[in-house]
């Protein structure tokens, strides 16, 4: 077993390791089946919604994503083959993984009250990383079975209430090209968790570069012309409304995941809906996601810094790829409150079903020339 001492955090201080600024390369969509399509039709734009409005409205008739399968990165690899043989050359990457796992690990110096578990394999230069499923079921289980707070909401309303915020924020076309009647009649529309648009960038912390895919929830007006150029994305988020300085310590806690999220897909602006104990929405407020970490050190309780989040992120992964080679399957662990990551091998050959039959036989074909 290897392991990566996390702490102290200040010995990942100073200047942030270098960036490299994440590109959309492809992207792909989930329609309101969830069903795959490998285009952009399940993108969204943003339009306010409504201040007044009660989140917990259609929460009875709420079309939840059964999520409880184990997909591995299958979409993820789906959309690498497509770029691949549009291009006519192998994804070049060190790591290739979902967003989620990238938040997990960056916001590790930070974040003491949660463990995280990851299944990696090495395969033709480049690890690739999925959560554990079987640990991601049990904290479900856990998080759920938690006793609800007295008179105040389920765990589940309160997620609920975030996809409600989308869903009254979002509008299948540009403003202008939208009805009167549609945008004033989100608050009746069924709340539905299947579709999603996601965005697959490359991008690099130090010396490691990644291709990491993650959904993007809204334009806030269009796609530029020139590919290079960055894209105007807007990440939606809810939150209680701050109203001591314990709310505040909470927040700003919050906004650790809420940068991390949008910093790895390069989301420019993240708009919150801030909401009252019993899910009224009350105001909206911007914020540019490159501002957060100064402002946070600056006018915040100072409970986490950006350039340690990086610096620690660009040590852990180039370690990692020297702890991670060779045939097999890897687990990447951090238990609560633990003060290292622990890496062993759990599987001395194969890939764990983390890379797909279609996937391993597309790289087949390509090592050989054969299109």
């Known amino acids: 077993m290897s392991k990566f001492e ?9 200047k942030s390791a270098a960036i490299r600024r994440p590109k959309e390369i492809a992207c792909f969509s989930y329609d309101d089946e969830h069903t795959y399509h490998p285009d952009d039709s399940s993108m969204r734009w943003y339009y306010p919604p409504r201040l007044g409005a009660d989140l917990s409205s259609g929460f009875d008739t709420f079309h939840k994503l059964d999520d409880t399968a184990d997909d591995h990165l299958d979409s993820l690899l789906k959309t690498i083959i497509a770029w691949e043989k549009e291009n006519g050359t192998k994804c070049d990457a ?8 990238m938040t997990k690990v960056m916001a590790t110096p930070f974040d003491n009250f949660n463990g995280f578990e990851m299944n990696a394999t090495y395969f033709q230069g480049t690890i690739f990383i999925e959560e554990n499923h079987a640990y991601k ?16 909401p389920s765990q589940d309303l309160m997620s609920f209430w975030g996809y409600k915020f989308e869903t009254l924020s979002l509008i299948p076309q540009p403003w202008d090209a939208t009805s009167r009647v549609y945008i004033e ?3 009746q529309e069924i709340v539905n968790n299947h579709a999603q648009y996601c965005s697959v960038v490359k991008t690099g912390i130090g010396k490691a570069k990644l291709v ?3 959904e993007v929830d809204a334009l806030w007006d269009s796609k530029p012309d020139d590919k290079d150029d960055p894209i105007s994305w807007v990440e939606l988020k809810t939150s209680e409304e ?8 909470k927040f700003e806690r919050k906004l650790l995941k809420f940068w ?22 009350q105001r909206l407020e911007e914020l540019e996601t490159k501002d957060i970490p100064g402002n946070v050190k ?8 950006g350039n340690m989040c990086i610096n620690f992120t660009a040590s852990f992964l180039e370690w990692l790829k020297q702890a991670i080679h060779g045939d097999g399957v890897w687990r990447i662990r951090r238990k609560e409150r633990s003060p290292a990551i622990q890496v062993y091998k759990i599987e001395e050959s194969g890939c764990g079903g983390i890379l797909s039959a279609e996937f391993l036989t597309w790289r087949e074909q390509l090592q050989t020339g054969e299109k």
Do not use: C, H, Y
């Open 6 to 14: 996390i702490g102290p955090p200040d010995r990942f201080g100073g």
């Open 212 to 214: 990491i895919g993650g």
């Open 185 to 187: 009649g989100r608050e």
């Open 298 to 305: 600056r006018k915040g309780k100072g409970t986490w810094d």
């Open 94 to 101: 060190d790591i290739i993984t979902w967003r989620g796992m």
């Open 260 to 281: 991390i999220q949008s910093f790895l897909l390069g989301v420019p602006k993240i708009i919150v809906g801030f909401r009252s104990k019993n899910g009224i929405l």
């Open 242 to 249: 701050v109203q001591s300085d314990r709310d505040m310590l």
């Open 137 to 152: 079921l049990a904290q479900w289980q856990s998080q759920r079975s938690q006793p609800k707070k007295r008179g105040g």
